[in-house]
């Protein structure tokens, strides 16, 4: 039997809107990447919800859930 070797998300799609969602997102995935043994949790992209340029709301939040990996 393969054992998994990380956790995988998509499409978070961060905005100065939804950050407290957002960071209960990321904290539950390294939990759940935690209790299955596993080190690495993978973000395949879509992370902001928007292409264009971020407001310094977003780009601090994004800061702090980085942090959150440290």
Same mark, same amino acid.
């Given at each position: 039997m393969k054992k998994p070797i990380g956790l995988i998300l998509t499409d978070t799609h $961060?905005?100065?809107e939804n950050? @407290? #969602? %957002? @960071? +209960?997102?990321? #904290? %539950? +995935?390294i939990e +759940? +990447?935690?209790s299955a043994g596993l080190? #690495?949790?993978w973000h395949m992209g879509d992370i902001f919800e928007s292409r264009k340029s971020q407001s310094l709301t977003? $780009?601090?939040a994004f800061a #702090?859930? $980085?942090d959150i990996f440290k």
């Open positions: $961060l905005d100065g950050v @407290k #969602e %957002q @960071k +209960a997102i990321f #904290e %539950q +995935a +759940a +990447a935690h080190s #690495e949790v977003t $780009l601090n #702090e859930i $980085l």
